[in-house]
């Protein structure tokens, strides 16, 4: 069983709730933890995928504190797509503008599709996961990458995912709307 897996089931079990599918986006192909072109797709997939999650957090979320939580991501990672942008043009790539795939399609319809009773649970299940993913692309990067520009770009992204991973999971095991814990 996977560490989301493992947080998931807890977060389940601690907040008495039955456990629902939560569709984290998938992590990215392994050629993007060393390879400049795939790094920079799979970066910017991954901050889309954050940016948009986090906008429909905005409508749909009745607490203020998942809304400071997304505030802070659309922030923070439209920062991390210009920075991974810019090191791309360094490194002398001309990246597409970030899209999402099918997995992180599925994640958004699900969020788009969830009830307002379950929407905070599963933006946090889903956000976990995928912070987890991108803070393993970005340290793997870092430390391997190709490029030395994107080997900058990804480790100064490192310390903010660790943030929104370290935040995700505490509201997660907080209960989000429910829980205690402060931002």
């Known amino acids: 069983m996977t560490v989301a897996k493992h947080v998931a089931l807890a977060a389940s079990f601690l907040l008495g709730a039955p456990l629902m599918a939560q ?3 998938p992590p990215p192909p392994p ?3 060393t390879t400049a072109a795939p790094y920079v797709d799979a970066a910017g997939r ?3 995928y954050e940016i948009n999650s986090s906008q429909i957090a905005l409508q749909k979320s009745q607490d203020p504190k998942v809304q400071a939580f997304a505030r802070m991501l659309i922030q ?3 920062k991390t797509t210009a920075a991974t942008m810019k090191a791309a043009s360094k490194a002398g790539l001309t990246p597409p503008p970030p899209a999402l795939d099918p ?3 599925a994640s958004i319809n699900e969020l788009q599709s969830a009830s307002p009773a379950d929407f905070d649970r599963i933006y946090l299940a889903q956000q976990v996961p995928a912070h987890q993913a991108a803070l393993n692309l970005h340290q793997s990067y870092a430390q391997g990458g190709d490029q030395a520009p994107l080997r900058t770009s990804a480790k100064s992204a490192v310390p903010i995912v660790k943030k929104h991973l370290d935040q995700a ?3 997660q095991a907080g209960g989000g709307a429910h829980g205690g814990h402060k931002m």
């Open 31 to 33: 050629e993007a933890m």
């Open 46 to 48: 991954s901050d889309l």
């Open 23 to 25: 569709t984290p986006p």
């Open 169 to 171: 999971t505490k509201m």
């Open 76 to 78: 923070h990672h439209q």
């Open 103 to 105: 997995g992180a399609t």
